[in-house]
């Protein structure tokens, strides 16, 4: 398929449901998701891809897998499942957090509580959030961070009336996006900034927010809302300088994932139209865009009609973007753009 400035391909590569998150090692893609076979090949939620053949991690977890990222040469895996399975057959029980070290699996600690559902590390420290009440004894209002002096640790008061979806970490700033409602115990709609010290909320955002990407001094998010500080603002708004700016006219649909990237932030979901302002006329964009931020536009990453269906996560490695969309029948296949 064609694509503004690159060309789309698709590549033979096939999971039996949903992939939820993508994380780029070495010369390897690793998947996850709630699928249990890639190809012919049972992997359980979580799978390795060398670019010629799918192979499972261990025996993979026992439930859903929402969250990958990289710590040095480890691979951290959140989601909504309880244990991993080692090569050997033996069961960890590692809560919704478990550690691949390349040949087997382990906790970070302890068995976490709750569902990951989206991790960040900066340098030496880890970022975990989703529904978790606690780790390690530690009551942690859905966001905790670890590192290796201290171990886990709560983030002040965390957030409620909510989980948390989306993390970026700019700066010295944590931003976490989601469906709460407080953060730190002070009223903070869908997205809210942690400094070191204390939460603060950032405006109202008129529902819940999916993902966020920081480029530059800017932070973008995505989501399921119309508003962003009092302003319209169709799926996709922007933070500088202490408000919310809408991105071009927005999008017709919802936004899943955001990644910054080849100085555009790219953004895949269920959307079909993209609107270079408000009121404009629309491009055709289905489930994928970017927003280049010198030209200040919507570029389309998937030109024909017949993309696959919604977006769930974008994956940037080297110059390409790894993009699953899955069909009505609940299949999914990677593509990439260069």
């Known amino acids: 398929r064609g694509a503004g400035g690159g ?9 039996s449901k949903a992939v939820a998150c993508m ?17 012919d090949t049972r992997v359980n939620y979580v799978a390795a891809w060398d670019g010629n053949a799918v192979r499972a991690l261990g025996h993979g977890v026992d439930g859903h897998v929402l969250a990958m990222a990289r710590f040095g040469e480890r691979v951290l895996v959140g989601g909504s ?15 919704g957090l478990a550690v691949w070290d390349g040949s087997a699996w382990d906790q970070l600690g302890c068995s976490v509580a709750g569902t990951v559902s989206v991790l960040a590390v900066d340098e030496n420290r880890i970022y ?6 606690h780790v390690c004894g530690v009551r942690c209002g859905n966001v905790a961070m670890w590192d290796a002096q201290l171990g886990w640790r709560a983030v002040g008061e965390g957030v ?18 989601g469906g709460f409602s407080q953060a730190g115990g002070r009223a903070a709609a869908g997205v809210a900034r942690w400094d070191g010290f204390r939460w603060q909320a950032m405006g109202s955002v008129g529902g819940s927010v999916h993902a966020l990407a ?5 932070l973008y998010a995505g989501g399921q809302f119309q508003t962003a500080g009092g302003r319209p603002a169709s799926y996709v708004a922007r933070f500088y300088s202490g408000e919310w700016v809408p991105v071009g006219g927005g999008l017709n649909g919802p936004v ?17 139209e993209a609107r270079q302002q408000a009121g404009g006329e629309a491009v055709s964009a289905p489930y994928a865009v970017r927003w280049c931020v010198a030209e200040q536009m919507f570029e389309p990453v998937n030109a024909t009609s017949d993309a696959v269906g919604p977006i769930r996560v974008i994956e940037p490695a080297l110059h ?19």
């Open 7 to 15: 060309a789309t391909m698709g590549v033979e590569l096939l999971a």
């Open 23 to 39: 994380l780029t090692m070495g010369d390897a893609l690793l998947l996850g998701g709630n699928f249990l076979t890639v190809g």
């Open 81 to 95: 499942f309880t244990r991993a399975t080692q090569p050997s057959g033996a069961a960890v029980a590692t809560g």
């Open 128 to 133: 975990a959030a989703g529904v978790i009440p």
């Open 160 to 177: 409620a009336g909510g989980g948390v979806q989306a993390l970026v970490v700019q700066g010295n700033n944590l931003y976490v996006g």
């Open 214 to 218: 920081a480029f530059g001094e800017y």
């Open 256 to 272: 899943f994932s955001m990644q910054a990237f080849s100085g555009c932030v790219w953004m895949g979901g269920a959307f079909t």
């Open 320 to 338: 390409t973007v790894h993009a699953p969309g899955c069909s009505a029948q609940g299949a999914c296949t990677v593509m990439g753009q260069n």
